[in-house]
């Protein structure tokens, strides 16, 4: 089978940073791509990993361990405009747009 | 450029009727994907097309849900009959090519089965 697991929850500090962790288990893997969705709204699109290492964009951060078949997403001077839900989405195989998504980690932000 | 456009935006519906959801993909792009998504269940894959030939349905969860794609620029999505448990937000994705990993999501149809 295949499976994501991500944090349901995760609360932070306006202006902090944070880390959202995801797993996977899949019959394949050709990378590892993180969605943003706002309540009401549609995921749109924020980062992909196909190789090992850190993909980095403005204040958002995105790394992938395949040995570890891990990976997380690095929030920075986090504001509150970035409440929202975040899902880890694996593609399993080459050329095959099929993407399985993680139930998705809801990120609070305090003031 | 206008998005992935889905209709109707919201729908209410009786137990046993006919339910459609259109959407119309970003022009030029040739993948299409049909989400369900559920407080329970997250976001599911129910079937995507590619050059408007369904690749994988796998994800459809019985026969009373069936999806066309007649062209490039036009998808529908069908529950007949429809039942208070398909109640849902069923989102339209697109993306330019096979193999991209980028989809482009529609606004979501958000269907209430009473």
């Known amino acids: 089978g295949q499976s994501l697991e991500q944090p349901s929850e995760v609360t932070a500090v306006e202006g902090a940073i944070v880390q959202i962790n995801c797993t996977y288990q899949t019959s394949g893997f050709y990378g590892l791509s993180w969605y943003q969705q706002h309540d009401g709204g549609a995921p749109t699109f924020l980062s992909y990993?196909?190789?090992?290492g850190l993909e980095e964009t403005g204040r958002f951060s995105s790394f992938l361990s395949r040995s570890d078949s891990y990976g997380y997403l690095l929030l920075q001077e986090l504001q509150m405009k970035d409440s929202a839900s975040y899902f880890c989405?694996?593609?399993?195989?080459?050329?095959?747009?099929?993407?399985?998504f993680g139930k998705g980690t809801r990120l609070h932000i305090l003031p | 450029d206008a998005g992935v456009i889905q209709s109707p935006r919201h729908e209410v519906t009786e137990m046993g009727q006919e339910v459609t959801l259109r959407c119309k993909p970003i022009s030029g792009h040739n993948s299409l994907f049909w989400y369900r998504q559920t407080m329970m269940r997250g976001l599911e894959l129910l079937i995507y097309?590619?050059?408007?030939?369904?690749?994988?349905d796998s994800g459809m969860p019985e026969d009373r849900f069936s999806a066309k794609m007649p062209n490039a620029s036009f998808s529908t999505l069908k529950i007949q009959p429809s039942e208070p448990r398909d109640s849902a937000v069923y989102f339209c994705a697109s993306s330019l090519a096979s193999g991209r990993i980028e989809q482009f999501f529609g606004p979501g149809t958000r269907l209430t089965v009473l």
């Open positions: 097309f590619n050059n408007n030939v369904p690749i994988d």
């Open positions: 990993n196909g190789l090992d």
């Open positions: 989405a694996v593609n399993s195989a080459n050329r095959d747009d099929k993407i399985i």
